[in-house]
T-cell receptor, first 117, second 112 residues
Framework: AQKITQTQPGMFVQEKEAVTLDCTYD???????LFWYKQPSSGEMIFLIY??????QNATEGRYSLNFQKARKSANLVISASQLGDSAMYFC??????????????FGAGTRLAVHP | EPEVTQTPSHQVTQMGQEVILRCVPI?????FYWYRQILGQKVEFLVS????????KSEIFDDQFSVERPDGSNFTLKIRSTKLEDSAMYFC??????????FGPGTRLTVL
């Protein structure tokens, strides 16, 4: 079964500190993609970062990096130098390539991050 | 920066009525999607669309739902006879390839 697990319903971090949001996934596919999205209180879904299962390097986009550990089936999001505007819900998602279709994203339940001044 | 747009931002309808949710994907994108998020729950995939046809749909996407790309720029989701449980935020997404999916701001559908 394809599944994404985010075990931290809520996290808080001090402004300017780094924070790691956990994500583990379950798939029998050898090839898949992993995504992180941010959902502020306004409701939109903002694409943050993508990691392909065959990518050798961990993905980075500005202050966001993805700590990809394939053997452990984890794809944790690291936000460096947190800002107040980072307070939001964060969703991890997986795109399986073969089983269950290769277009859809399967989402986790999300982690609500609060950045404190 | 180009973005996906959706209209309306909020739609209120009576149970049993038809609704059409509209999306304008990013112009050079080839893959189009609809997702929904019931309040407080996970985002759920509904349907994907490529090359003018549905490429994949979930079990949620039953005969009450349909999608269209009527004019090469708009991408619509129609719900033929709405039910109370259709109340949710509906997100359109588009991607140039299957490694990216950019979401629109969503349409909040309330069925009374």
């Amino acid at each position: 079964a394809q599944k994404i697990t985010q075990t931290q319903p809520g996290m808080f971090v001090q402004e300017k500190e780094a924070v790691t949001l956990d994500c583990t996934y379950d798939t029998s596919d050898q090839s898949y993609g992993l995504f992180w999205y941010k959902q502020p209180s306004s409701g939109e879904m903002i694409f943050l970062i993508y990691q392909g299962s065959y990518d050798e390097q961990n993905a980075t986009e500005g202050r966001y990096s993805l700590n990809f550990q394939k053997a452990r089936k984890s794809a944790n999001l690291v936000i460096s130098a947190s800002q107040l505007g980072d307070s939001a819900m964060y969703f991890c998602a997986m795109r399986p390539m073969f089983s269950g279709g290769y277009n859809k994203l399967i989402f986790g339940a999300g982690t609500r991050l609060a950045v404190h001044p | 920066e180009p973005e996906v747009t959706q209209t309306p931002s909020h739609q209120v309808t009576q149970m049993g009525q038809e609704v059409i949710l509209r999306c304008v994907p990013i112009s050079n994108h080839l893959y189009f999607y609809w997702y929904r998020q019931i309040l407080g729950q996970k985002v759920e995939f509904l349907v994907s669309f490529y090359n003018n046809e549905i490429s994949e749909k979930s079990e949620i996407f039953d005969d009450q739902f349909s999608v269209e790309r009527p004019d090469g720029s708009n991408f619509t989701l129609k719900i033929r006879s709405t039910k109370l449980e259709d109340s949710a935020m509906y997100f359109c997404a588009s991607g140039l390839d299957t490694d990216t999916q950019y979401f629109g701001p969503g349409t909040r559908l309330t069925v009374l």
